[in-house]
């Protein structure tokens, strides 16, 4: 466990909200110089509490249109057949997030993204109804987004 200081957190909570905020910038906004800033940027990277930069994108204006939660279950629960799911799905570039899930008689939870249901149910049918051990499959629909959070909460964080 790394500790972090005031500084640290204000530089991960900075960037989580601008990905593309200059060093400059940040460093401005932290009260550093830039280049004590950019080595505890670099640190925190090396420490993998930065895993990626990412762009995030509107679905809607790429006419993705469809978001469906997905909840799958398993045949056998043998890490064989888990690892062949979780790797079967990790290729699929409509499943945005897939996690396994205890409290519901699911073993997964995938989120998937489609333009509409004619690709969900070419989705659904060609590919993940294939995979092996899939016994069970529960859609949900999303009708509209309420609000989507990117940012981790970093106040608890010591």
Do not use: W
């Not at 670099?42 to 790429?62: M, N, Q």
């Not at 205890?102 to 489609?114: E, N």
Request: net charge negative.
């Amino acid at each position: 466990m790394i500790k972090l200081d005031r500084t640290d957190r204000r530089i991960l909570e900075l960037m989580q909200a601008d990905g593309r905020i200059s060093n400059l910038e940040l460093a401005d906004k932290i009260g550093l110089s830039p280049s004590p800033c950019s080595r505890r940027v670099k640190a925190l990277e090396e420490a993998g509490l930065i895993a990626r930069h990412v762009t995030l994108l509107d679905p809607v204006k790429l006419n993705l249109n469809l978001t469906a939660y997905i909840h799958i279950s398993m045949d056998r629960h043998t890490p064989d057949r888990f690892e062949n799911f979780e790797t079967k799905v990790s290729s699929y570039e409509e499943v945005l997030e897939c996690v396994l899930v205890t409290g519901t008689d699911a073993d997964y939870q995938l989120k998937v993204v489609v333009p509409d249901m004619a690709h969900y149910q070419e989705f659904l049918l060609g590919k993940l109804t294939r995979i092996d051990g899939v016994t069970g499959v529960r859609s949900s629909f999303v009708l509209r987004e309420v609000f989507q959070h990117t940012a981790l909460p970093l106040t608890h964080i010591r």
